[in-house]
């Protein structure tokens, strides 16, 4: 049997054993995936585990994404972009970090509505890890032009730049959170990175009802709930929607292929976790 897994803290309630175990059974083939709570501090001896245990790969989620990097062979450049590794490869003993997040996100938003990238003025809510490693894989896949906007507006600005710098032909701008309005009659896809609308307070919106449109593609990440305050309300006005689900998948579908080296069942991926969900 072949290991892979995942490294978090907590890992209880993560869907990821169920979904890489049924993609796993739908291809027949003899691996295996679990879930490792690691200790925050435990993190160097969990990776140098990989090796001795002789495990094919692991996932990596919070709080060791950007921790793990310390102690990996090689980091591939996308993960350095986004300045955290989601996936770890065990090629013969040397660790190399991946970050499927982003691409994962660009998968499931272009098969699941078909939306042209490179047409498309975003508006990106949020200038956390989460915008970041969308941003990069956005801006990556011909995004149109990218506006951010956060809380923070120190956050958003330091972001805007560190995307520049990766793509310094790409169109990036900050707008002010009181411009929100403004930004997003002028936009025509909205991707929403930021907690406000997770379980348990389903009843919140980052943005005010009025400024959606029915040009809009909206997406929010948040998967639990997958109907977001947001979502309910950019279909009563008339957008087009996307929830956070594909991207879980997507990225999962993604590490999956780099350890297997075969197509991800993304089909019975998405059944398991839905399955689950219900
Ligand atoms: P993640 O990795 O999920 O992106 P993060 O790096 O902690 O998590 O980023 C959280 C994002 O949600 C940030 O953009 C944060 O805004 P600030 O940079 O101003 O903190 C945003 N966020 C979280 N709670 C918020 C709230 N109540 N109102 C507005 N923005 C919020």
Known sequence: TILTGLFGHPVGHSLSPLMHNRAFAELGINFRYAAFDIEPGQVREAVDAIRALGLRGVNVTIPHKVTVMDYLDEIDAEARAIGAVNTIVNDGGKLIGYNTDGRGYVRSLTEETGVDLSRQSALLLGAGGAARGVGVALLGAGLGSLVITNRTIEKAEQLAEQLQAIHPQANIAVQPMEMMGDAL???TLLVQTTSIGMHPNVEASPVAVEALHERLLVSDLIYNPMNTKLLRDAKEKGA????GLGMFIYQGALSFEYWTGQSAPVD????????ALR
């Open 240 to 243: 087009r929607i996307h929830h």
């Open 185 to 187: 009659a002028a936009a």
């Open 268 to 275: 019975a991926m998405r059944e398991a976790v839905w399955d």
